[in-house]
T-cell receptor
Framework: DQQVKQNSPSLSVQEGRISILNCDYT??????FLWYKKYPAEGPTFLIS?????DKNEDGRFTVFLNKSAKHLSLHIVPSQPGDSAVYFC???????????????FGKGTKLSVKP | DSGVTQTPKHLITATGQRVTLRCSPR?????VYWYQQSLDQGLQFLIQ???????AKGNILERFSAQQFPDLHSELNLSSLELGDSALYFC????????????FGPGTRLTVT
């Protein structure tokens, strides 16, 4: 059973508008969440993360929101640019800082297309 | 460029064969992770090493094994290959062995015919 779900395989957005990518998780032990971006023929690139003690983290055009009670997180990209077109993976980990494991559980990804 | 290197980029081999994938982590990173990405699956965690020791195991088949050497590079060995082992194999590294950002290499595409 998938512990991290990205229910939208694809999303198309106009340049300059907001892109919202969603992610749901089932394991309440997850306490650290990350978003990765992946271009074709490249490895995933870390984008932004959030710890479960926060509900929002912002980095430039990228903001991640965490709703622990709903076991839901989202990535907002504002404004969207054509160069943002990529596959976005949500990932979660069940060990907070100070633990002994760091492996990530990934969703299947959402392909974002930003049209000029 | 993440600083993580993987060789080879592509590998084509036949069923029943054995292959070795190699990964060099970012300078200073002690932890190495291996992931498999199949066509219909997301990234699946296989195994993690930290400073030469196995730290965590995920969905890794018994036919697969890995190790991390004293210079911190890692190798993933895949044996008795089957058609279903065809996938992208990614290596990632991080400074520590706990939750945090991981930096991924470009991957090795394995095709089993």
């Amino acid at each position: 059973d998938q512990q991290v779900k990205q229910n939208s395989p694809s999303l198309s957005v106009q340049e300059g508008r907001i892109s919202i990518l969603n992610c749901d998780y089932t394991n309440s032990m997850f306490d650290y969440f990350l978003w990765y971006k992946k271009y074709p023929a490249e490895g995933p690139t870390f984008l932004i993360s959030i710890s479960s003690i926060k509900d929002k983290n912002e980095d430039g055009r990228f903001t991640v929101f965490l709703n622990k009670s709903a076991k839901h997180l989202s990535l907002h990209i504002v404004p969207s640019q054509p160069g943002d077109s990529a596959v976005y993976f949500c990932a979660a980990s069940d060990v907070d800082y100070g633990g002994s494991q760091g492996n990530l559980i990934f969703g299947k990804g959402t392909k974002l297309s930003v049209k000029p | 460029d993440s600083g993580v290197t993987q060789t080879p980029k592509h590998l084509i081999t036949a069923t029943g064969q054995r292959v070795t994938l190699r990964c060099s982590p970012r300078s200073g990173d002690l932890s190495v992770y291996w992931y498999q990405q199949s066509l219909d699956q997301g990234l699946q965690f296989l195994i993690q090493y930290y400073n030469g020791e196995e730290r965590a195991k995920g969905n890794i088949l018994e036919r697969f094994s890995a190790q991390q050497f004293p210079d911190l590079h890692s190798e993933l060995n895949l044996s008795s290959l089957e058609l279903g082992d065809s996938a992208l194999y990614f290596c990632a590294s991080s400074v520590v062995d706990r939750a945090g950002e991981q930096y991924f290499g470009p991957g090795t595409r394995l095709t089993v015919t």
